[in-house]
T-cell receptor, first 115, second 108 residues
Framework: EAQVTQNPRYLITVTGKKLTVTCSQN?????MSWYRQDPGLGLRQIYY???????DKGDVPEGYKVSRKEKRNFPLILESPSPNQTSLYFC??????????????FGDGTRLSIL | GESVGLHLPTLSVQEGDNSIINCAYS??????FIWYKQESGKGPQFIID?????DKRQGQRVTVLLNKTVKHLSLQIAATQPGDSAVYFC???????FGKGNQVVVIP
């Protein structure tokens, strides 16, 4: 069964304390991406990765970092979190083959609260 | 936590009735579109997709219509059920851009 797994599901932390949200997929796909979802703004892409060691900025990359050292994992890093990064985060990978022109399979989400 | 459904257009529909959700897109070069359903506390789930060489595609209880002339697509849900209550949004597949979504509330 195709899975995109994120951890943690919920996190409350304080401003400035570095955190990492992990994402792994079992589909052996090259493409992975991170989104944040905010009320009234919909899903916005933070970063994406076309392959191992290849990452690119999405629409809202400020304050985030990613890494792609292996195909299955794509962690999202907040080096110095701020309250405006309080949001619901989703990791995604294509549902079928490697092509971008297909539906995305999303993880269950990570709700981050930065105090 | 705050629901992603807040601040969204809301469609209230009686159980058993048909629902129609609309989406407008801006890029006339877009040639692939996807509808997703997002239930409370879950990630978006793929429902149905359509490519620009088609104007209609049907799935199980769902139909997507594409009007390229006016850059509009719609999702029709037949015989709406309580389990259909969710946020629905469209995406332009090539750009992975997402609409803000529509909240559907099914009244039993």
């Amino acid at each position: 069964e195709a899975q995109v797994t994120q951890n943690p599901r919920y996190l409350i932390t304080v401003t400035g304390k570095k955190l990492t949200v992990t994402c792994s997929q079992n589909m052996n796909h090259e493409y992975m991406s991170w989104y944040r979802q905010d009320p009234g703004l919909g899903l916005r892409q933070i970063y994406y990765s076309m392959n191992v060691e290849v990452t690119d900025k999405g629409d809202v990359p400020e304050g985030y970092k990613v890494s792609r050292k292996e195909k299955r994992n794509f962690p999202l890093i907040l080096e110095s979190p701020s309250p405006n990064q309080t949001s619901l985060y989703f990791c995604a990978s294509p549902l079928g083959g490697p092509s971008l022109n297909q539906p995305q399979h999303f993880g269950d989400g990570t709700r981050l609260s930065i105090l | 936590g705050e629901s992603v459904g807040l601040h969204l257009p809301t469609l209230s529909v009686q159980e058993g009735d048909n629902s129609i959700i609309n989406c407008a897109y801006s890029n006339s070069a877009s040639d692939y579109f996807i509808w997703y359903k997002q239930e409370s506390g879950k990630g978006p789930q793929f429902i149905i997709d359509i490519r620009s060489n088609m104007d209609k595609r049907q799935g199980q209880r769902v139909t997507v219509l594409l009007n390229k002339t006016v850059k509009h697509l719609s999702l029709q849900i037949a015989a709406t059920q309580p389990g259909d209550s969710a946020v629905y949004f469209c995406a332009e597949g090539n750009r992975l851009a997402f609409g803000k979504g529509n909240q559907v509330v099914v009244i039993p």
